[in-house]
């Protein structure tokens, strides 16, 4: 059967999933993801309400998204172009003419009693996504895309506050989701998994969504069904609401090894919507076809069918002059990044704009490889740890380059520039200030460190004495008392240096020589 390992950076929020994978002789398994994304606008797909909905709940609230009758809903332009930049960054078929219509159930958290949605005539159709070996796919493969329609997200319902009530946050609602739903073109969890981090790549790229699954901005149901080998696909059962990775391909699992148990068994694979229950591995059923809710779709009267003109679409088209795979392919080589760096730079939100901007600024000292070795694990890990993401990073790009400036040009010591990086973001000063103000600048001043020496030497009369005689443990005791004194600031070359002069001898080496010297004789 399939087994999939799953390995979580908890760093960089990435999953890297290794295939472990085989399906049970004689079988295959058929898979098609639907996939819900928020429309990353700062408004709401028909009104004029914000989109932050992590503030204090039912603050964004408009009459349209409280479905306050005769209020009329307005299309919000700017969710229109990044469904377009998407369909086109999946080379999709935007369409001349498409229309919404309304979706009707009943739910609290669904105020205007049905969903406005695309379902006859979809905003783009066809398209794919290639699985390639930089993805980590086996063999390369071409995911094709059904289509991408637009639609409305619902509030938030709390079942869990209140005994015996239901409450309401309708912050979310009429937000605007992009529903992307591929062809039934995946044969195995892990081929799932590649895919649903390949687009959500592909979306943070194109900037279209934040596509963040723990947040919840993007969502994935996913259709499977078995069959033996050289025959037709089998009857699909639809997986609700799979939103890690790891749980979406530990989903399918299941869900593949019950159907084959099934059919084995004599039985048949009926249409059903089922659900996971990762504590139990296994899919039980949420309902089927009988079970399925009549939505009488019409069509939403209150809006006219959105026509897009082929001058809109390439225009948009010339924004989008590389396409992710293009884009990896190019900084590997432009700046020499591995594969791993390369895929961390685009899978993190907003990281590869700001590491080329920082690049771009050719300073003293300032390589390509430091600059991804300073935004990947310096800043980013710092960030993690205090659990702010890139896209919120509050250091600018050229205070960041600052920084690295300060340590490839020897003014600070790499271990300080770790502890600039994590004050800049508490206080967001400039580099240097901070460095400053907290006397960290690495002391290179030869003057300066001997008088620290001659101090020391006067105040510890027999170990100097012994260091004269040739006790090397001690020269570095001695080192170790200056080095603490200025809080391993001090260079330790000038050091090495200043304290054999301290001792008399001309230069560090000369005073080694006499060390040597002294360790043979006394052999
Ligand atoms: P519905 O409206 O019932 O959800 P869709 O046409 O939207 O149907 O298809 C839903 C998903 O089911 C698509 O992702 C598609 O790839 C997938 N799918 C279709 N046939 C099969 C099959 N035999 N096995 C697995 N998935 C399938
Ligand atoms: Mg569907």
Redesign the pocket.
Known sequence: MFRIATKVNKRHGSVRLLNTSTIKEGWEA?????VHAQINTKTKLFSDSSTSYNDLINTHVSSFDAAFPGVQPRLNDHAVELAVKTALALQGQVQKRSTFDRKHYFYPDLPQGYQITQQREPIARGGYISLTENDGAIKPLKVGI?QLQLEQDTGKSFHDMRPGETLLDLNRAGTGLMEI?????LRSSFEAGLLVKKLQNILQWVGSSKANLEEGSMRCDV???VNRVGEG????C?LKNLNRVRILSMAIDAEIKRQINVIENGGKISVETRRYDEDKDITFKLRDKENAPDYRYMPEPDLPPLIISKNYIDKIASTLSELPDQCLDRIMSQYELNISNANLLLHEYKCLDFFEEASKIVCFGRNHKAVANWTLNELSGTLASKNISFQENPISVERFGSLIDLVQGGTITGKTGKDVIKLMIDSKSNPLDIVKEKGWLRITDKAQLRLLCDELIKKSPEKAKAVQNGDSKLFKWFIGRVMGRTKGMADPNTLNQALSNAFGWNSYDEMMETVDNKNKKSL
């Open positions: 058929v898979i098609g993801i639907e059904h739903v591929t062809m039934p073109d259709n499977v069904s696909f089998g009857t699909r639809e």
